[in-house]
Nanobody, 124 residues
């Protein structure tokens, strides 16, 4: 069983930055692909970024590429999302997810565990 807990959300002005963190329980953290998804009011949950178990390979949605950076620290069982140049359309609840699947399918499926989410609000 893996438990995930997000932190770091908040209110920020457009153009600002936030750093989200996700702490994971369990002894096999490096076996899991880790990812961030987000869900805005009235919209479906959408993929943001994913990182391979060894931290070498990453994937991003087109909407955040060049602005967001996903990273992980396997010694501390954490994954982070550095968000720069934030836009009002980035406003959403951000969720951390984990799964043991090929990174290629991370944007769409394979997740076994989810956190409760953290709210990010970007004001214009």
């Amino acid at each position: 069983q893996v438990q995930l807990e997000e932190s770091g959300g908040g209110l920020v002005q457009a153009g600002g930055s936030l750093r989200l963190s996700c702490a994971a329980s369990g002894r096999t953290f490096s076996n899991y692909v880790m990812a961030w998804f987000r869900q805005a009011p009235g919209k479906e949950r959408e993929f943001v970024a994913a990182i391979s178990g060894n931290g070498i390979t990453t994937r991003y949605s087109d909407s955040v590429k060049g602005r967001f950076t996903i990273s992980r620290d396997n010694a501390k069982n954490t994954v982070s999302l550095q968000m720069n140049s934030l836009k009002p359309e980035d406003t959403a609840v951000y969720y951390c997810g984990s799964g043991q699947m090929p990174l290629a399918v991370a944007p769409t499926s394979g997740y076994n565990y989810w956190g409760q989410g953290t709210q990010v609000t970007v004001s214009s």
